[in-house]
């Protein structure tokens, strides 16, 4: 069974910074793109990055560039969003799918001072 | 970026009756298309892909069609379970984009 567990969400206040994980399991991890997608209260969907299967290449949203980082380790069959700097408006829940197929449940962040 | 713009953003039906929503991207985008359903509290599960694909376990009385830029999803006949949250994603190009998302409500 495909499984995709996230974790990391917290309250944290504006400026401060958080580690995602999601740790996928059921599937060749390494054969895989990885995406987040991020959805603020009571909003729509918003992909937020992706990465390739061997890390080579990542691209962004532009509203996170240069503050969020994706990152892997295939031998760890996890996937990692770096946040830094964070604001208000990053207050959402953040889901790791692979390739906008299969989706974890989520981790919410809140940014609130 | 390639905006993509739900109709209706809500809609209330009742069990039986046929819904259709649309999706609109505002360049062409060939049929790199997909829907969603989200139920509260939920993540989303994909439905179609590439506009008219349903994926295995949907039910038949889902479809999409489409191409370039307008593209539907239809059910045939609303079903209780079906009350969800439907958006449309493109994957064309960089970034990929959601539509805003169409609530389907009693």
């Known amino acids: 069974e495909v499984q995709l567990v996230e974790s990391g969400g917290d309250l944290v206040q504006p400026g401060e910074s958080l580690r995602l994980s999601c740790v996928v399991s059921?599937?060749?991890?390494?054969?895989?793109?990885m995406d987040w997608v991020r959805q603020a209260p009571g909003e729509g969907l918003e992909w937020v990055a992706n990465?390739?299967?061997?890390?080579?290449?990542?691209y962004y949203v532009d509203s996170v560039k240069g503050r969020f980082t994706v990152s892997r380790d295939n031998a760890k069959n996890s996937v990692y969003l770096q946040i830094n700097s964070l604001r208000a408006e990053d207050t959402a829940v953040y889901y790791c799918?692979?390739?906008?197929?299969?989706w974890g449940q989520g981790t919410r962040v809140t940014v609130s001072s | 970026d390639i905006q993509l713009t739900q109709s209706p953003s809500s809609l209330s039906a009742s069990v039986g009756d046929r819904v259709t929503i649309t999706c609109r991207a505002s360049?062409?985008?060939?049929?790199?298309l997909a829907w969603y359903q989200q139920k509260p509290g939920k993540a989303p599960e994909r439905l179609i892909y590439?506009?008219?694909t349903l994926l295995s376990g949907v039910p038949s009385r889902f479809s999409g069609s489409g191409y370039g830029t307008e593209f539907t999803l239809t059910i045939s006949s609303l079903q209780p379970e079906d009350f969800a949250t439907y958006s449309c994603?493109?994957?064309?190009?960089?970034?990929?984009?959601f539509g805003q998302g169409t609530k389907v409500e009693v």
């Open positions: 990465i390739n299967q061997d890390g080579s290449k990542k």
């Open positions: 059921g599937f060749t991890f390494s054969d895989f793109w």
């Open positions: 360049q062409d985008i060939r049929n790199d």
């Open positions: 799918s692979r390739q906008l197929e299969v």
């Open positions: 590439a506009a008219s």
């Open positions: 994603l493109q994957w064309n190009s960089y970034p990929r984009t």
